[in-house]
């Protein structure tokens, strides 16, 4: 079933609904108005004083005495029933009912009268002796045949109601999903020619206006997330380019290997071995991006000074080769975050300051409340360069001829983005070279 029918189906329902409603109202409180009209007329003449002069000629309504044995006072056709004859008896209080006979409809009040009642009677006022019930009759015939052409009516008015709400429905259902009809043709052609750069109108201030908005909003942040593969993609290929065109010139000069002395051959080979191990941290650092924003896997309280206690004894391993003095200072907080991506983010942190501080240097690592800093005594880095620091690929001049990729501190960009927090570099005013400072909501016991 499709949206259009479905809009129809229910404008037509809801307005079945309310005139079949309204009729059942209308007849109802016809039939109520009339039958209680009646019914206070014969109440009012069951409660009158017996009159000896009463008329018992039918004149539109009558009344009758049944007695016990079930005869009648005068004789009349009605008939006498259980329901009569259990008033008559004493067994039952007043009843009004509609009753049939003859073709004729009547409405019916039966009294009950105590032992020993006066009544009107043909020579004039009698008194009888047993329990007896007292007949009042109404015709009502007329008002039956009034009802029942007040069904026919509305019966009529409804169907003409639902045809009308049926020829609505179609006009409101093509009215009100035009607008949404053309959303939908516009979203189609974007899905189309794939033109990421096409916008909605927005319109008005309602909902068709605020999905314009939204898909505005999707088809930028589209846009946007395909911009950064392409500019991904073409970084990385011309950071591979350098290793790769090193690698096949050294391959080349192997070919030549019985030319070369043991020392030339060494040092082709170590050279060979580094480009590779510079391809292997560029592809790792590469996967590492990949994974976007929001990395998998459920957060979880750790304990920041554990964390860099760890990373910083694998960077000490690399600072002893040269002579680099590695301080910590840290005091125990709490995080929530991923430990692989934690401890990624404060190793390349580390990795990048054994790579600027010169030999016999040091590096300062603080942590406290949720705060991780970490500075080097190397050249530290420029204020030109610092808006450039967390780029994709990005080295300044003076490390362009350091191992690396330049990704490692977009790796921390990333993942402190994605628990919430901040990093920041400046100069560190103690040791004089880069200090990078991550702050992380501090999880309170």
Same mark, same amino acid.
């Given at each position: 079933?499709?949206?259009?029918?479905r809009v129809i189906a229910a404008t037509v329902a809801a307005a079945a609904i309310a005139v079949i409603l309204a009729c059942f109202a209308s007849y109802f409180t016809t039939r109520s108005?009339?039958?209680?009209?009646? !019914?206070?007329?014969?109440?009012?003449?069951?409660?009158?004083?017996?009159?000896?002069?009463?008329?018992?000629?039918?004149?539109?309504?009558?009344?009758?005495?049944?007695?016990?044995?079930?005869?009648?006072?005068?004789?009349?056709?009605?008939?006498?029933?259980?329901?009569?004859?259990?008033?008559? /008896?004493?067994?039952? /209080?007043?009843?009004?009912?509609?009753?049939?006979?003859?073709?004729?409809?009547?409405?019916?009040?039966?009294?009950?009268?105590?032992?020993?009642?006066?009544?009107?009677?043909?020579?004039?006022?009698?008194?009888?002796?047993?329990?007896?019930?007292?007949?009042?009759?109404?015709?009502?015939?007329?008002?039956?045949?009034?009802?029942?052409?007040?069904?026919?009516?509305?019966?009529?008015?409804?169907?003409?109601?639902?045809?009308?709400?049926?020829?609505?429905?179609?006009?409101?259902?093509?009215?009100?999903?035009?607008?949404?009809?053309?959303?939908?043709?516009?979203?189609?052609?974007?899905?189309?020619?794939?033109?990421?750069?096409?916008?909605?109108?927005?319109?008005?201030?309602?909902?068709?206006?605020?999905?314009?908005?939204?898909? @505005?909003?999707?088809?930028?942040?589209?846009?946007?997330?395909?911009?950064?593969?392409?500019?991904?993609?073409?970084?990385?290929?011309?950071?591979?380019?350098?290793?790769?065109?090193?690698?096949?010139?050294?391959?080349?000069?192997?070919?030549?290997?019985?030319?070369?002395?043991?020392?030339?051959?060494?040092?082709?080979?170590?050279?060979?071995?580094?480009?590779?191990?510079?391809?292997?941290?560029?592809?790792?650092?590469?996967?590492?991006? *990949?994974?976007?924003?929001?990395?998998?896997?459920?957060?979880?309280?750790?304990?920041?000074?554990?964390?860099?206690?760890?990373?910083?004894?694998?960077?000490?391993?690399?600072?002893?080769?040269? !002579?680099?003095?590695?301080?910590?200072?840290?005091?125990?907080?709490?995080?929530?975050?991923?430990?692989?991506?934690? @401890?990624?983010?404060?190793?390349?942190?580390?990795?990048?300051?054994?790579?600027?501080?010169?030999?016999?240097?040091?590096?300062?690592?603080?942590?406290?409340?949720?705060?991780?800093?970490?500075?080097?005594?190397?050249?530290?880095?420029?204020?030109?360069?610092?808006?450039?620091?967390?780029?994709?690929?990005?080295?300044?001049?003076?490390?362009?001829?350091?191992?690396?990729?330049?990704?490692?501190?977009?790796?921390?960009?990333?993942?402190?983005?994605?628990?919430?927090?901040?990093?920041?570099?400046?100069?560190?005013?103690?040791?004089?070279? *880069?200090?990078?400072?991550?702050?992380?909501?501090?999880?309170?016991?």
């Amino acid at each position: 079933m499709t949206f259009r029918t479905r809009v129809i189906a229910a404008t037509v329902a809801a307005a079945a609904i309310a005139v079949i409603l309204a009729c059942f109202a209308s007849y109802f409180t016809t039939r109520s108005a009339l039958f209680h009209s009646v !019914d206070e007329s014969l109440i009012e003449a069951s409660e009158q004083t017996p009159n000896p002069h009463y008329d018992y000629r039918p004149v539109g309504s009558y009344s009758e005495i049944v007695l016990p044995n079930g005869q009648t006072l005068p004789s009349s056709n009605v008939p006498v029933d259980a329901a009569i004859m259990s008033v008559a /008896k004493g067994k039952s /209080k007043r009843v009004i009912r509609t009753v049939s006979f003859d073709g004729q409809d009547y409405r019916e009040l039966i009294a009950p009268l105590p032992a020993n009642s006066v009544v009107a009677c043909s020579t004039g006022v009698c008194q009888i002796s047993t329990t007896s019930a007292q007949l009042y009759i109404v015709d009502i015939t007329g008002e039956v045949t009034e009802l029942s052409h007040l069904v026919a009516t509305l019966m009529l008015v409804a169907a003409g109601g639902l045809l009308l709400a049926l020829a609505l429905g179609f006009f409101l259902a093509r009215q009100a999903l035009h607008p949404l009809v053309e959303v939908t043709n516009e979203i189609e052609t974007v899905a189309t020619t794939n033109d990421l750069q096409y916008r909605l109108k927005e319109g008005d201030e309602d909902e068709l206006g605020r999905l314009r908005r939204v898909f @505005n909003r999707l088809l930028h942040t589209v846009e946007s997330s395909q911009t950064l593969q392409r500019q991904l993609v073409l970084d990385a290929s011309h950071e591979l380019r350098t290793p790769l065109t090193s690698l096949r010139t050294n391959a080349q000069v192997l070919s030549r290997a019985d030319e070369l002395s043991p020392v030339e051959l060494r040092q082709i080979t170590d050279d060979m071995v580094t480009q590779v191990d510079e391809l292997a941290a560029l592809v790792s650092d590469l996967g590492e991006l *990949a994974r976007g924003e929001r990395s998998e896997g459920e957060l979880e309280v750790l304990r920041l000074d554990d964390a860099i206690d760890e990373c910083v004894e694998t960077a000490r391993t690399y600072a002893r080769i040269r !002579d680099i003095t590695i301080d910590v200072d840290v005091e125990t907080s709490r995080v929530r975050a991923r430990h692989d991506r934690l @401890n990624r983010a404060i190793s390349n942190l580390l990795t990048n300051a054994v790579k600027f501080t010169p030999v016999g240097g040091t590096i300062a690592v603080r942590s406290a409340h949720g705060t991780v800093s970490v500075a080097d005594s190397g050249p530290g880095i420029s204020d030109d360069d610092r808006p450039f620091v967390f780029d994709r690929f990005w080295r300044s001049p003076s490390a362009r001829s350091l191992p690396g990729s330049g990704l490692g501190l977009s790796i921390v960009a990333q993942v402190v983005a994605e628990i919430d927090g901040t990093v920041s570099v400046e100069r560190d005013p103690a040791l004089g070279g *880069a200090r990078v400072t991550i702050e992380l909501p501090e999880v309170l016991d």
